[in-house]
């Protein structure tokens, strides 16, 4: 009689000799074959250790038939036994040739075959010999079974000796070829949750540099719209200009000559009356409808009046062609204060009281500036957008305090040997530290819907300190106002 300590010894044996290989890791290739062989390798499992039980079982029905003087006893235990080992067969063939039924959809891996059919095992061999000892055993008559028969012997002893340990062998290492299986199982997981984790991370870096390339899409489209109409409007303010600059000159340079064929006429007149007191009667009485006296007295006015209008639609003509440079293709030599003073002039209408609030008061203190070598035309923007901003904040302030002071200071200097410094201030409402840190960002507007696109204050950093060089600085506190500090260089080349 073989015991379960001998069994477990032979056992090892045979895996410490390298008669049963363990597979190899590298043996599949995808998740689907891996599962596939953990499928059968339960299936195996299941059935070998149904055949080990089976083994056992008729071991047991054998030693009870030997036992038994019961012929009806006997009988039973006889088609218990063929019932087993017929089971014994079908599962012993399942496992060899594969069965659906049992889903072994393919044969058992190279090393349980090599146990089935190789020495030293040869466990095929040892299953058919039981199987033929066993049914050899149901051919005998009563008389012969007994204790001593051969195939008794044989049977008992191979179902608690060599036997067993052949199918345990085949138990384990389907155990252990199926903790492979799930190692492999493990590893594909590990490396699909890596690859998902790269595919999400490059899906991600994609997504956001779609998300800076199309913000930066719209940036830049913002800012072509902007500079198109800004452009419009120059070249409209400068056809306007050109229209108007003629006649304008002619009535100006005619109003000097008005003004000394007036004084002539007068002149005349007044001599005439010295010498001829006493006109006729039809030229006295036009002399009293059209009131002489209030005419040469009033109309010396009314010419300078003209020649006032004259000279206000002249500086206005000015100041609009000096806003109106579209000079973006080359720099220029630039009079800052001069450029502040046209916008202002454009702007003059805002500054007006109206129904809601008073006259916003300008304040310049104007420095004298050298010529700044700029974008002319940019620069106008610049001044064009901090002034209408601060005419908006006052105009805020107002609505909200009525009796708010409405101010905005301009003060211009020259700092350091070749530089240049603006500020424009006003005593609106102020910002808080949330939108100053913002409001230099594209389409950041606290503006109304339609009121604001949110890209002055952008388009103006651009400028000031992309395309010139310069500063462009902000201070702001709640109920204080806000000021912007400009500083541009002199020259924007510089001679070696």
């Keep these: 009689m073989v015991t ?57 029905f054998c030693m009870k038939l030997v036992c038994s003087k019961n012929a009806a006893e006997q009988e039973k235990l006889r088609a218990n036994l063929l019932e087993s080992i017929c089971l014994m067969e079908q599962a012993h063939k399942d496992l060899i040739n594969g069965n659906d039924n049992m889903k072994l959809l393919s044969v058992p891996s190279p090393a349980v075959r090599a146990m089935y059919f190789e020495p030293p095992l040869n466990l095929d061999k040892q299953v058919r010999e039981f199987i033929d000892r066993v049914k050899a055993l149901l051919q005998i008559p009563e008389a012969e079974l007994t204790l001593e028969n051969p195939h008794i012997q044989y049977v008992v002893e191979a179902a608690a000796g060599e036997l067993l340990a052949a199918f345990d062998a085949v138990v384990t290492q389907y155990q252990k070829e199926s903790e492979i299986e799930q190692f492999e199982i493990d590893l594909k997981q590990v490396e699909l949750y890596r690859e998902s984790c790269a595919a999400r991370a490059k899906a991600e870096a994609h997504a956001t540099e779609l998300a800076i390339t199309l913000c930066e899409l719209k940036q830049t489209q913002a800012q072509l719209l902007h ?27 005619n109003l000097t000559h008005a003004e000394n064929y007036t004084q002539n006429l007068l002149q005349l007149l007044h001599l005439y009356l010295e010498n001829y007191p006493e006109p006729p009667a039809e030229i006295q009485d036009l002399i009293e409808d059209i009131d002489l006296d209030f005419v040469t007295e009033d ?27 579209t000079d973006n293709s080359h720099m220029s030599l630039c009079n800052l204060n001069d450029s502040i003073d046209s ?30 070598e700029c974008y002319c035309g940019q620069l106008n923007q610049v001044f064009m957008n901090l002034i209408s901003n601060a ?18 200071a301009i003060d211009t200097e020259v700092v350091a040997r070749d530089r240049v410094r603006v500020r424009i201030a006003d005593t609106g409402a102020g910002m808080t530290p949330q939108i100053k840190q913002r409001m230099f960002e594209q ?42 500090t400009i500083e541009l260089p002199v020259r924007q080349t510089v001679s070696s």
């Excluded at 202002?344 to 916003?360: D, F, G, H, Q, Y």
Aim: glycine share 6%.
């Design 4 to 60: 379960k300590s001998c069994v477990s010894d032979s056992y090892r044996h045979l895996v410490q000799s390298g008669v049963l290989p363990m597979m190899a890791v590298s043996n599949y290739f995808n998740l689907e074959e891996i599962t596939t062989a953990r499928r059968v390798s339960a299936a195996v499992i299941n059935i070998s250790g149904r055949q080990r039980m089976l083994s056992q079982q008729s071991a047991f």
């Design 443 to 484: 389409f950041f507007t606290t503006k109304e819907i339609g009121k604001g696109t949110g890209l002055g204050l952008s388009i103006v950093r651009k400028i000031l300190v992309e395309n010139h060089r310069g500063i462009l600085h902000c201070e702001s506190e709640i109920g204080k106002g806000t000021e912007f």
């Design 227 to 253: 500079s198109e109409k800004m452009s419009s409007l120059g070249a409209l303010m400068a056809s306007i200009v050109h229209e108007i600059n003629n006649p304008v000159s002619f009535i100006y340079g």
């Design 299 to 325: 109309f010396p006015r009314v010419m300078s009046s003209m020649q006032m209008g004259a000279d206000r639609i002249r500086e206005i003509v000015k100041s609009m062609g000096i806003f109106s440079r």
């Design 343 to 372: 916008t202002m002039l454009i702007l003059r209408n805002r500054l007006k009281s109206k129904t809601e609030r008073p006259e916003i008061q300008v304040i310049k203190n104007y420095g004298k500036l050298p010529l700044v």
């Design 391 to 408: 005419i908006d904040a006052l105009e805020e302030a107002a609505a909200n305090r009525p009796d708010a002071v409405l101010k905005i």
